[in-house]
């Protein structure tokens, strides 16, 4: 999916940040890099930003027109660090991330950030579908264009990168507890609750249920479960 997005650059005035941006999509798995007349491009300040990040300036497109940077792509976002008053519905990086992951798989999406000194204008925010706007201090809401591209890449990569798929439990060296496991570590729980005194079995229906509620947040491994049934046993034979 990574591969499918697409970054534009509107007329970016310093070189340097169009290699920031580089790196800033290298860093995050993105690799595709559209530039709208830039001012000074190629130059030795976005190879020297670019930080070996260079393979994306060296095949970085150049378009004359914003229209020609998006004509192929189904979904486009603008990234603008203001609100406008019309009608643009206004998403956060990561509600942009979650529309995406709505599409079907291989739509092009582009997210086009705009000057450093003046941003997106109103007749390009037309062409976009939605307007992205990073939350941040409102009284300072500018974010160097590297930067808010970083922000945006980081979003995405914690839905499609590498490390998109946690691993749950013991990095997968234990097995998951099954339900059964776990009904008979409740089962336990509750009588050692009893036996210790903290509380009658009669009573500890809804307490019990809470308890669940955070074991089942946790995805406990067998290893993890063995460790609690100790406690558990010890508690038990301790308060005999
Ligand atoms: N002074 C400009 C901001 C330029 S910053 C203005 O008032 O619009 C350069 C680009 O970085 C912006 O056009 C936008 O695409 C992106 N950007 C900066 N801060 C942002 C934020 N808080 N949210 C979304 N995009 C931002």
Redesign the pocket.
Known sequence: MLSNIRIVLVETSHPGNIGGVARAMKNMGLSQLYLVSPKIFPSSDATARAAGADDLLAKAVVCESLAEAIQDCSVVFG????SRTISWPEITPRACVQIVQSLRPNTSVAI?????????KNHELDVCQYL???P?NAAF?????AA?VQVVGYEFFLAFGEQATPSIGDAGVNPLATAEQMESFYAHLRETIADIGFLHPDKSKSIMRRLRRIFNRIHLDTKELDILRGILRFSQNHNK
């Open positions: 990234a603008s660090a203001r086009v950030f705009g000057r450093e000194n003046s941003g997106l992205l706007r990073i941040c809401s500018s974010l160097n264009l808010a």
